[in-house]
């Protein structure tokens, strides 16, 4: 054998392997599931978070029903905050009285999303304030009227 110190890195790393550890059939050898992979790979790289919002955001209807999600879109999570676009502002104060249940089954399903409020938004309405047509101050009051 020599003396170890002269002998090259490769030699030294052969010489640590442990014997028996290239057997084929010995501990460690199976092949992986597709599905396996996968998520070692999401936790490694750090993109479990980012994937649990994209599948929240897919599956909204299933949390929420197919009736509410008609009316109701998820638009981002910001800040640990879920935003939902509602088509009026009766179905927005709707789901903010169910906001607890809907939270609720998020944090069940989905705790890697980070979710930790809902916002529910209401249509946008058009702004007097800016535009073409606005004047600067309280402009002319009798329009309406």
């Excluded at 197919?66 to 879920?82: K, W």
């Excluded at 009026?88 to 930790?116: C, E, K």
């Amino acid at each position: 054998m020599g003396d170890p110190a002269k002998r090259s890195a490769d030699a030294r790393k052969r010489s640590t392997v442990a014997p028996g550890a290239s057997v084929p059939f010995g501990k460690g050898r199976d092949p992986s599931g597709l599905g396996d992979v996968i998520d070692s790979l999401s936790s490694r790289m750090g993109w479990s978070s980012p994937l649990a919002k994209g599948e929240l955001l897919l599956s909204w209807p299933e949390l929420v029903g197919e009736a509410t999600a008609a009316h109701s879109t998820p638009v981002a999570v910001e800040d640990e905050v879920l935003t939902v676009q509602c088509d009026s502002t009766a179905w927005a104060t709707q789901l903010r009285l169910m906001r607890a249940d809907i939270l609720t089954s998020i944090l069940t399903r989905y705790p890697d999303a980070g979710v930790t409020s809902i916002r529910f938004e209401g249509p946008g309405a058009p702004s007097w304030k800016r535009g073409p047509r606005s004047i600067p101050g309280r402009g002319p009051r009798d329009t309406y009227g």
